[in-house]
């Protein structure tokens, strides 16, 4: 018969729940070796997140490459995007985004040319190579590598020699090329110029040099400071000369009065007897006074036809917006508008 001893059993028991009993340095070995465990798991997460690292770099990096060898990049300009990363604070992960986002691009640039200006043209040719320079109608333009329309009016005006029209002929990375109208005095090799032009946003303006001049046909610079200088469609100026308004019926007299606010849409009369009244149609006489010193143009008479669409509270002031007129009609005050805001403007 199989018996057991109550007493040694107790005494096996309490034998081996001693064992078990943590003490000061059995505590200090479970915390190191549990600090040691930790320590692997986060060496390994470094580990795997610099191996990461370092194939998106190399991903970037072969994309930016393929990206460059298509669009011709020049190792210049690839050095160029380079330093554009560098300034902007992007991480060599993101160097394939230079060249695939063209927002990207922009807030590089940006910060780019905030330390280096000179680079302007560099960097407007790479828009253009890039194909980042293609106005899509969403909004404002802010860079010369965004105008691809041949025969786009532009109103080029240099310090000493007046100012004349023009006409894009084409832009590519090395430039625009522009070809003055008719009768237009060219602008100097070398020279800094002005140069406005009209979109359906507003009126737009950018200085850059004159890197090339061949009878009328000139190259210019690429800029990336093109601003917006109006919103509206057609350039307005305050001004103020003398002018007839007639009314369509011939039975009625014409009236003297002064422009004091012009645009390629309409104008603003000044009419001290409040004679004109909302609504009413009437055509407009008067000369444009001789552009400044340097300038072009005469003292062909106007008539323009146009009707009233409000007036002031006392009737002194009536706002005409005009009817359809020629083009020529048109630039012929674009020229007057735009004289006069360049002189504002000042030349940098």
Same mark, same amino acid.
């Given at each position: ?5 109550l007493e040694?059993?107790?005494?096996v028991?309490?034998?081996?729940s001693?064992?078990?009993?943590p003490?000061p340095?059995d505590?200090?070995?479970f %915390?190191? %070796?549990v600090i ?5 798991l #986060?060496?390994?997460? /470094? !580990?795997q $997140?610099?191996r990461?690292a370092q194939?998106?770099r190399r991903?970037?990096r072969?994309a930016?490459?393929s990206?460059a060898r ?5 190792e210049?300009e690839?050095?160029?995007l /380079?330093?554009m990363?560098a300034v902007?604070g992007?991480t =060599? =992960?993101? !160097?394939d ?15 780019? !040319?905030?330390?280096d200006?000179?680079?302007?043209? +560099?960097?407007a %040719?790479l828009?253009f190579k /890039? ?6 109608g969403?909004?404002?333009i ?5 105008l691809e =329309?041949p025969?786009?009016r532009l109103?080029?005006r240099?310090a000493?020699?007046g100012?004349g029209h023009?006409?894009l002929?084409s832009?590519g990375?090395g430039g625009?090329?522009?070809r003055?109208d008719r009768?237009e005095?060219a602008?100097?090799?070398?020279e800094t +110029? ?5 979109r359906e ?9 004159v890197?090339?001049s061949r009878?009328p046909v000139l190259e210019?610079?690429?800029?990336e400071?093109v ?5 509206? $469609?057609?350039?307005r100026?305050?001004?103020?000369f003398?002018?007839?308004v007639?009314a369509?019926?011939?039975s009625?007299?014409a009236?003297g009065?002064?422009v ?6 309409? #104008? ?6 409040g004679?004109?009244?909302k609504r ?8 444009l006074?001789?552009?400044? %010193?340097?300038g072009?143009?005469?003292? $062909? ?6 009707r009233?669409i409000?007036t002031s509270?006392?009737?002194?002031r009536?706002h +005409? ?12 005050i674009?020229?007057? +508008? /735009? ?10």
């Amino acid at each position: 018969m199989l018996t057991v001893n109550l007493e040694a059993l107790r005494h096996v028991l309490e034998g081996l729940s001693s064992g078990f009993r943590p003490t000061p340095r059995d505590i200090l070995v479970f %915390a190191l %070796a549990v600090i040691g465990f930790v320590g692997l798991l #986060a060496l390994l997460h /470094l !580990l795997q $997140r610099r191996r990461t690292a370092q194939a998106r770099r190399r991903r970037s990096r072969e994309a930016f490459d393929s990206a460059a060898r298509r669009q011709g990049l020049t190792e210049g300009e690839k050095d160029t995007l /380079l330093r554009m990363l560098a300034v902007s604070g992007a991480t =060599e =992960e993101e !160097l394939d985004r230079l060249v695939t986002q063209a927002w990207f691009f922009n807030r590089a640039s940006r910060e780019y !040319l905030a330390e280096d200006p000179a680079a302007e043209a +560099v960097v407007a %040719a790479l828009r253009f190579k /890039l194909d980042f320079g293609r106005f899509d109608g969403g909004g404002p333009i802010h860079s010369t590598a965004e105008l691809e =329309e041949p025969g786009l009016r532009l109103y080029v005006r240099e310090a000493d020699h007046g100012s004349g029209h023009a006409r894009l002929s084409s832009a590519g990375p090395g430039g625009l090329v522009v070809r003055m109208d008719r009768g237009e005095q060219a602008p100097r090799e070398g020279e800094t +110029v002005q140069v406005f032009f009209p979109r359906e946003d507003g009126i737009y303006y950018f200085a850059t040099r004159v890197r090339g001049s061949r009878g009328p046909v000139l190259e210019l610079d690429h800029s990336e400071r093109v601003a917006r200088v109006q919103r509206r $469609r057609f350039a307005r100026c305050a001004t103020s000369f003398p002018a007839r308004v007639h009314a369509l019926d011939p039975s009625l007299p014409a009236v003297g009065t002064y422009v004091i606010d012009l645009g390629g849409g309409g #104008a603003t009369l000044f009419t001290p007897h409040g004679n004109l009244g909302k609504r009413r149609r009437l055509q407009l006489e008067f000369a444009l006074p001789e552009p400044p %010193a340097g300038g072009t143009g005469g003292r $062909r008479l106007l008539k323009l036809h146009g009707r009233v669409i409000r007036t002031s509270r006392q009737g002194s002031r009536a706002h +005409v917006a005009f009817d359809p007129m020629s083009e020529t009609d048109r630039d012929r005050i674009l020229r007057f +508008v /735009l004289s006069r805001q360049t002189v504002r403007q000042g030349f940098r």
